[in-house]
């Protein structure tokens, strides 16, 4: 049985590999017209993925200094129980 991952957990490739099967099973009413439009969303998504990933390590590099969670809160424009209950979970991995 394959397992699935969430989509945020795509790398790259795993995205170009369902695009491909994608299009090449695609029935003839369907086509993109707009191929750069899509790959531009898929850079974006990548770029996020990216991005959280460095949020949650300097998040979690912070609180191991010494931070508060409502300091890093509102370093990320968020109350300190929305860090928390975010990152606390980091800590203790």
Not at 20 to 41: G, I, K, P, R
């Amino acid at each position: 049985m394959k397992t699935k991952k969430h989509p945020r957990d795509l790398s790259d490739t795993d995205v170009e590999a369902m695009v491909s099967a994608f299009d090449a099973n695609a029935d003839d009413a369907y086509s993109v017209t707009e191929s750069a439009t899509l790959a531009e969303l898929r850079a974006a998504a990548s770029a996020r993925r990216e991005a959280e990933g460095r949020i949650e390590a300097a998040a979690l590099a912070a609180h191991r200094s010494g931070l508060s969670w409502g300091v890093i809160g509102a370093q990320l424009g968020m109350a300190r129980q929305g860090a928390r209950q975010r990152f606390e979970r980091l800590v203790n991995h």
